[in-house]
């Protein structure tokens, strides 16, 4: 391989993991505070939609990732409603959310398969950045939204240990009733959590449908959501950690889709697998780090929290 | 005034029995209303789904063919859930039970021998465990979260399976199109006469007795139950936690592995790139409404054999069969927050003020 | 005095049972009220009412005179009100300037941890609290911690404390540190509420004392114009039988040894640091310590249910180090463990399912792969009559019975199907007293069975009463062995605290069995 097609790969790899990245980071949010969100996919798919439909009504990219934001946020909140009001069974509420995901935006999505859109988000030389050599190729030659993944990393890597409201959202997640004693509104917190994370899942979903393959397609998000669920124990809850899962998902991805376009003699089913495998693999991989290393999870997720029942 | 929720000392019955039926009225009437939106008269969607699927002999018997995988997948979710096991992937499970039992029938196209039969059963249930126990082992051995590892196993189960149906094992006379040769009729499951209703509808009662005779009498049964109530006292009572985890997760595949090799020996007769519309998941909604109970099972199966039959006919109307997921989804949430109903019960309360 | 709170009428119904009947309680400004009772008799719901954990049913609350209106525990934050609560309701992983200001809303944004850290040390200075605000709570010591709990209410600008059971973990040496605390701090104004059911420590330490049973508070009383003798009796509704017959009984064969055993905690650290012990059959060894200190370790260690990183375990001579808990509960070893409804049972199962936990895969009860369920149903009816558990029925689930019942249902389980060996960790925690005397004869009894009985508790009183030697354990070491005589209380708290006893070696046979 050439140089040019390493870093053309390395661009590619950031491409496709930024979508799975904004999941993981979603997906933190909401697990910190102690709510499992296992509606990933649904919630993806659902922005991949909105986020299509709006942009190709306005023609505004902006919109439709407004849009998705929204949706993913909104889908999140049923979850919400479900789990911290009504104290429902986490992991089941998150299967039906995924469900009902897909099911909505393949039945309202069915009118726009296949149908091209003519704006969306292009790749741009970033002014100055993109002059690095290796740095700027692979890094400063993206589109907006990746553009602002790069930020939002330190952003809430920020909010979450050097913030008041960060110490608070985690002292949910490690311990509720605790929080609870403390005037901390715990119902309140997990709530605004998980709408925000539902509102990255969201975008997670637009950026796939208007940035790596601006079209619609059913299913599109073809299980990142729930490489992106994996990750977040791999990244151990960590914003950080989460980015450089998502570029090594994005690299098997990339170099998968790569050696399929040189027609390497692997048949394509097994490269399309390699995704899926990885992901168990590393997830069996961190399960054993964060067992040696006891970087547990936060200590309260999946556990719902009611102030006047002893557990 | 303020509504909150207090546990009852005992879950109600009467509740208990009617959550799953409000449930799913519920989900009828909120599908109705995104149905509406789309532009469809719903009351004719509907009204054509339930003629698709009870209305007519013939629409019974293609309920009841789409009943039985969902039997069988269903008791295998539900006997996982029995040890507090998520196996999410009945889907892959059944899949690799039809390939294991379809490399049987393609390799004997002439079979005409009484043993076809069994041994097409026997692979597909090794097949089928075999599958399911990687998750199981990955989570007995090294306690990996089994949720994520068997569902992303559904997407690499499948994807083998289309590699044999696109490669190695493709029709030469199919014209090119990605299906296998037909199965020989030696590896046919016998049908009821004039339906499509085949063999694995006996297959799936006597798995259901199986279970519960399994889960009420016997040592294993007892110690399943404990460890799904308990997992940390089945570890203080000496049980072997592991060796039970790969037993479930064995059991729960191969029966969905059983219900793979139905599809491709009782209805399709041959492989094809899909031969499940998602059976794996709509069997954890009724595995969750059948509360784990293996009679239960089967009459909720019929019922969502009932609604995938009834989806096929909304391609009448131009609407897409995704209804039905869209369905499933909003039963499974209007369970979930109907349970608590069963839990708690709603009291007002006068703020002092 | 003034009087600070009022409560009135105070109903708390929980599903099944009513906590609070009507309470009136007063509490004067700058006393030491105890708050007296058993188990159960509705005490920490009562102060959970009093800092808007639990919201009552019915009654009405008055601070310094005027109505308030608490709901959540920020009212009570606001009004004044802080609780220090049994189980410490400490962030574990956070540090302890970080828990002390968890909730407020200064700083409201930027987290500088410096100045953080020294805003707090000041303040704790200032009310003669020594802690390192920039610890790690999960690095500090069981009082340390309970010290974090209480400057965070003092933090708040607490004027009322509530402390629920605050010397249970502590060492008699850490108990009389408190007191002195807790009597500068009603010195300085601030009103205090003291959760207890010893009786020893209310006479010792407060001022007027409120005796609740059943939901419903019983009497008020100065402490100086009564005594224990009459707290006991308004506590129980009957005179109290102290006196336990404990008969001399004459060890047998070495039942249980280990040997220079070590083992490391749930976080990997060190939990058990080269222990040794033997006990033998007709004898009970009692182990003392501050929880914590690597006890549920020992426990589980024995029994297999944690691996040994090195050191040895005999049962009856036979090695079963690191052995699996099936091997070890086929040596005949029995355990009631720490955590009766987590571990002892399944609470959702009924009583049944629950009785034939350990006997199910053993012969009569086993036919080959199935289980002969009308032998059990034989056996499990023997038990409930046996040990007279008190159960509507072999149907009903466990979580419906009563914390003693349960104990109750676990012994009879265990004692049914052992021989030679019971481990029993904390047998009597949490259950009133009659309960309890059925638990302590209970023990008795298989001693003189000749059972061999390793009994791990926090109970000084228990511990003397049952044992023949005490070994203290501090840190996972043994401190030290001294017979189980009431003048050696002194000794065993030294030891608790981590300071080396002289070691009494009992002699072989016939110590330390005195009634």
Known sequence: MTWEIV????AAAIKAGTPILYATLGEILAERTGILNLGLEGMMLIGALTGFLICSMSNDPWLGVLAAIISGGLLAMIHAFLTITLRAQQVVSGLALTMFGMGLSGFLGKVVIGVPISSYFRPFD?????????????????????????????????????????LHMRAVGENPATADAMGISVSGIRYLYTFLGGCLAGLGGAYLSLAYTPVW??????????????????????????????????????????????GLAVPSFFLNMTPYVATILVLVFATRETARRHLGAPAALGLPFAREEKT | MSIFLEKRAQSSRLLS??????????????GAIIIALSGTNPWEAYREMFVGAFGSGYALSETMVKTIPLILCSLGVGIAFRATLWN???EGQLYMGAFAAGGIALAFPQGQGWWLIPLMVLASLVGGALWGLIPGFLKAKLNVNEIITSLLLNYVAILWFQYWIYGPWKDPLGYGFPYTAPFGEGAWLPTLAGTRIHLGLAFAVL???????LLKSTRVGYEIRIIGENPQAARYAGMNIPGTILLVFAISGGLAGLAGMGEVSGVIHRLQPAISPGFGYTAIIIAWLARFNPWLTIAVSFLFGGLLVGGYSLRAFGLSDSLVLILQGLILFLLLGGDILTRYSLRWKRSRA | MNEKVRMEGIFKRFPGVIANDGVDLDIREGEIHALLGENGAGKTTLMCVLAGIYSPDAGTILIDGEKALIRSPRDAIRAGIGMVHQHFML?????????????????????????????????????????DPHAKIWQLSVGEQQRVEILKSLYRGAKILILDEPTAVLTPQEVRELFVTLRQMAKAGHTLVIISHKLEEVMALSDRISVMRKGKRIATVNTKDTNPTELARLMVGREMLFELHKEKSIPGDEVLSFNNLHALSDKGLPALRDISLSVRSKEIVGIAGVAGNGQRELAEVITGLRPATSGKVLVNGKDVTNNSPRQVIDQGVAHIPEDRKGTGTAPNLCVLDNLMLKCYRVEPFKNGPLLNLGRIREFAAKLVKQFQISTPSLETPVKLLSGGNVQKLILAREIATFSELMIAVHPTRGLDVGATEDVHQMLLEQRSKGAAILLISEDLDELLALSDRIDVIYEGKFMGEVPAEADQI??????????????????????????
């Open chain 1, 7 to 10: 870093l053309a790969t390395l």
């Open chain 1, 126 to 166: 970033f002014p100055f950045l993109s002059q690095i050599p290796f740095i700027g190729e692979v890094f400063f030659h993206q589109d907006a939204l990746v553009y602002i993944s790069y930020l939002l990393i330190p952003i809430l890597s920020f909010w979450i240990y050097r913030t008041r409201p960060g």
């Open chain 1, 217 to 262: 397609l059913e299913n599109m998000v073809a299980g990142r959501g729930w490489i992106a669920i994996a990750l977040v124990i791999f990244a151990s809850w960590d914003p950080f950690k989460a980015l450089l899962g998502s570029y090594l998902f994005g690299l098997v991805d990339a170099v998968q889709f790569r050696a399929q376009a040189l």
């Open chain 2, 17 to 30: 029995a009617l959550v799953p039926l409000l449930a799913i009225i519920l989900a009828l009437l909120i």
């Open chain 2, 88 to 90: 999410i992937g009945a």
């Open chain 2, 207 to 213: 798995a259901a007795l199986f279970l519960y005779f």
């Open chain 3, 91 to 131: 962030v574990v992983p956070y540090s302890v300037a970080e828990n002390v200001t968890l909730g407020l809303n200064k700083p409201r944004f930027l987290l500088n941890e410096r100045k953080l850290e020294a805003e707090v040390g000041t303040v704790a200075q200032s009310f003669g609290i020594q802690v």
């Open chain 3, 490 to 515: 002194e000794t065993i708290g030294l030891m608790m605290a981590g300071k080396k006893g002289e070691t009494q070696q009992p002699a072989p046979a016939g110590i330390g069995a005195q009634a």
